[in-house]
């Protein structure tokens, strides 16, 4: 990783909402998904990445726009890097908020992106605006109408879609492969104990999972516990305990893994979260 590149990142306290201007260059970081909406633009340079099978650029006027557990990674193609701002916005918060903008909302429907690069310079200034008032701690009166503009301005971006909705092309064996590990994300799981679940061989199980969902069992159980690990951090929990308590073997195997995924130590990430002192 260039030492040229840096991370900037704060957590808002009343919406749990955090805010990242960050710069990198050459790999950014291996593919990862998070439990958050993100909402961002790219200020300079070309952020490439992958999404869903496909890959995108992003450059300056570009807004980027994923759901929580979408798998993307991100690299820089040009020389000079690439630089963005991005709130991570909680699941929960969005959709209480965005139903207190639509009483009609249907109750059996969640937010969901309509793209995930777009242009739509309304969109970027509400974002950059939010992102100020809340990375600089601004009166509560000042951080909510932020959010307000942002909120109507993210409505143009987004549509309900329906909470039980599942993709019916996805074999079975990868769902049950997929629920099972949700579950028992804490476990010393085997592909041979997916494969007895399943009814098929090893061989078969990763091909049905990897076409799925972009990634092997083996490393889609290790996002849960990153996504999981996150939380945890930004509550104050130790990331000693917490390495213990999702299954790594020690803490430098969270903090791998950790690095490669968001681009900060898991003390870096709890001490932006929580302002306890860096290394706890």
Known sequence: MSTRNWIDLKQDADTGIETIRAHFEGHAYDPHWHDSYLVGFTEQGVQR???GRQLYDSVPGKVILLEPGEIH??????TDGFTYSMLYLDPRWLEQELRSLFGDAPEDCVPAMSMTVAQSPKLIFAIA?????LHQQELRIVRQTALDYLL???????HWRRRTETDPRMPQVARQARDYLHSHL???????DLASLTGVDRFRLNRAFKAAFGLAPHAYLVQLRLAQARRKLAAGESPALVAAGLGFADQSHLGRWFKR???LTPAAYQQRCT??????
């Open 49 to 51: 990445f992958h999404c």
């Open 73 to 78: 990674d991100g690299e820089a193609p040009t």
């Open 129 to 133: 605006s939010t992102f100020q008032t």
């Open 152 to 158: 109507t301005q993210l409505t143009s971006q987004m």
């Open 186 to 192: 804490q476990d010393d799981v085997s592909l041979t």
């Open 261 to 263: 995924a968001y681009g």
């Open 275 to 280: 302002h306890l002192p860096d290394g706890r």
